[in-house]
């Protein structure tokens, strides 16, 4: 079974740019989070969709967005990038919601904002 | 601050030895759970242990959850040089609609 694919692996934006990742979930599970994992921060929770609905957002600006689609695939856009939204961008998927159930975590998108 | 925080923050051990890292939290938990990261990829899922329950084992790991002292630990035994890594704990905080990840212990395990 293939695990969480997540594209690309590496970014690199300037200022001001915006950005969409990509995450393809583990067939079958319906739900999608998003992670930011900085040196300085740690993980810290972004969004977690469910069956195409948000389920719940983290304590992030209104520049950080995402969607699900029907075949439960992710995107999460950010808009006007800033410096510290460099960051690995890890999005993990599990059949039930995250809380209750074993995620699994893709690879990581790596984005450098110059 | 976060839920978890992870002690103690780094860890060298010779390959052979037993690894111990705990995690403490602030708040009621419905459960907890323990990733591995090896370094700058993505989080590996190794055990969750449910509120309810005190002990669980997974090969060479071992956890124990103390909902009294709200602390876990894990036990890595007759660690190995693959077992170098960061590991993170995971806590609800006692909602379901909440998950935080701990700072994390970097474990490095020597040949």
């Known amino acids: 079974k293939a695990g969480v694919t997540q594209t690309p692996r590496y970014l690199i934006k300037t200022r001001g740019q915006q950005v969409t990742l990509s995450c393809s979930p583990i067939?079958?599970?319906?739900?999608v989070s998003w992670y930011q994992q900085t040196p300085g921060q740690g993980l810290q929770f972004l969004f977690e969709?469910?069956?195409?609905?948000?389920?719940n957002k983290g304590n992030f600006p209104g520049r950080f967005s995402g969607r699900q689609f029907s075949n439960s695939r992710s995107e999460m856009n950010v808009s006007t990038l800033e410096l510290g939204d460099s960051a690995l961008y890890l999005c993990?998927?599990?059949?039930?919601?995250?809380?209750?159930?074993?995620?699994?975590f893709g690879p990581g998108t790596r984005l450098t904002v110059l | 601050s976060q839920q978890g925080e992870e002690d103690p923050q780094a860890l060298s051990i010779q390959e052979g030895e037993n690894a111990t890292m705990n995690c403490s939290y602030k708040?009621?938990?419905?459960?907890l759970q323990w990733y591995r990261q090896n370094s700058g990829r993505g989080l590996v899922h190794l055990i969750l242990?449910?509120?309810?329950?005190r002990e669980k084992h997974s090969g060479r790991l071992r956890v124990t959850l103390d909902t009294s002292k709200k602390s876990s630990s894990l036990l890595i035994t007759a660690s190995r040089a693959a077992d170098t890594a960061s590991y993170f704990c995971?806590?609800?905080?006692?909602?379901?609609?909440?998950?935080?990840f701990g700072s994390g212990t970097k474990l490095n395990v020597k040949p």
């Open positions: 969709y469910f069956s195409e609905t948000q389920r």
């Open positions: 242990i449910r509120s309810n329950e």
């Open positions: 708040t009621s938990i419905n459960n």
């Open positions: 993990a998927s599990s059949k039930l919601p995250r809380q209750t159930d074993t995620q699994y």
């Open positions: 995971a806590t609800d905080a006692g909602n379901f609609n909440k998950f935080y």
């Open positions: 067939s079958g599970h319906r739900s």
